[in-house]
């Protein structure tokens, strides 16, 4: 009995034998609590086929995008996760039809700590959003800092100088690679995780993943990109005349990218797209973006 006793002790403190983190992002397409012009009109059965999702992935800490209110986000999320939105959703500049935010959702229990946001608002046009900064205590004691980001859209493959969307995408790299300078000098384990709109597994055109890394990489900090293989994420498009049409988005622009420190801790394979079939995206309202994640030993 005594020997039982003893063994249920090690297994319930031992640090191999914690429950894996799961980690996600979803940029959920104008999500808003109240009717709103600029996104899906949804109902019940669309925030269900939402929590659906998020069920079957079991994630644990989700960063999230485009969502308009912390009430937006608990209908597809539930009441079970703690929620952290951007500040900038509290800042009376920012208020108006743009209200697209960042944010995590924190499975309540999970030990945390709020940083201030990162302000990549590099034009100074109250639309561009802030990354959201969160601090983790992992169940095994560990720190974990997690960054929420939804960057400028209209560059996913072409040069720095080629628009102004991407000269503004290299302003918003600049910012990061400052934060992931501080964070890797502190030796601190880190995830940025969310919308990048960049298509970073091509392989033309990689000045934004260079900018993010620069002289990390010559440190042996290099980021690690925790992605593979193709996305198969579809998305319902409508024009102005009410037609619909279907389209298969094939490149990933959300990503996991994580330090040499957190990526000791991926669990190898486990990231996984939770894409909605062709028929369920025809049928609902949900995202023209899909779940994706990871996990990690705490």
């Known amino acids: 009995m005594r020997y039982l006793l003893l063994l249920a002790i090690f297994y319930s403190t031992c640090g191999f034998c914690l429950e894996p983190l799961t ?122 800092r997690l960054l929420a980001v939804h960057l400028k859209s209209g560059c996913f493959t072409q040069s720095k100088s080629s628009s102004f969307s991407c000269q503004t995408l290299a302003r918003q790299a600049r910012l990061l ?24 597994l091509n392989v033309e055109n990689q000045w934004f993943f260079h900018m993010l890394q620069a002289n990390e990489h010559q440190m042996k900090n290099h980021l690690i990109i925790i992605n593979h293989g ?11 005349h009410q037609k619909v049409w279907m389209s298969e988005h094939k490149q990933f622009i959300d990503f996991i990218l994580m330090n040499k420190l957190s990526a000791a801790a991926y669990i190898s394979n486990s990231f996984k797209e939770v894409a909605a079939s062709r028929f369920a995206t025809q049928h609902f309202n949900l995202s023209d973006h899909c779940l994706i994640s990871a996990k990690l030993k705490q």
């Not at 951007?86 to 959702?105: M, P, V």
């Not at 992931?180 to 709109?197: P, S, T, Y």
């Not at 198969?232 to 102005?240: D, V």
């Open 23 to 144: 980690i996600g992002s979803w940029n959920f397409q104008w999500l808003t609590a109240e009717p709103s012009q600029m996104g899906p009109k949804r109902d019940a059965q669309d925030y269900h086929q939402f929590n659906d999702y998020i069920r079957q992935s079991q994630i644990d800490i989700l960063a999230f995008a485009e969502v308009g209110s912390v009430n937006a986000i608990r209908q597809v999320i539930g009441n079970g996760y703690d929620i952290e939105l951007s500040h900038r959703a509290f800042d009376k500049l920012s208020e108006g039809k743009w209200r697209q935010y960042t944010g995590f959702a924190i499975r309540k229990g999970l030990v945390y700590q709020r940083h201030p946001d990162l302000n990549l608002n590099v034009n100074h046009n109250n639309r561009l959003r802030n990354a959201v900064d969160i601090e983790l205590t992992t169940a095994s004691g560990k720190q974990l």
């Open 177 to 200: 690679h400052r934060w992931i300078v501080k964070r890797n000098k502190q030796k601190q384990r880190f995830v940025i995780l969310g919308d990048f709109n960049r298509r970073m």
């Open 230 to 240: 193709a996305s198969h994420c579809w998305s319902k498009n409508i024009n102005k």
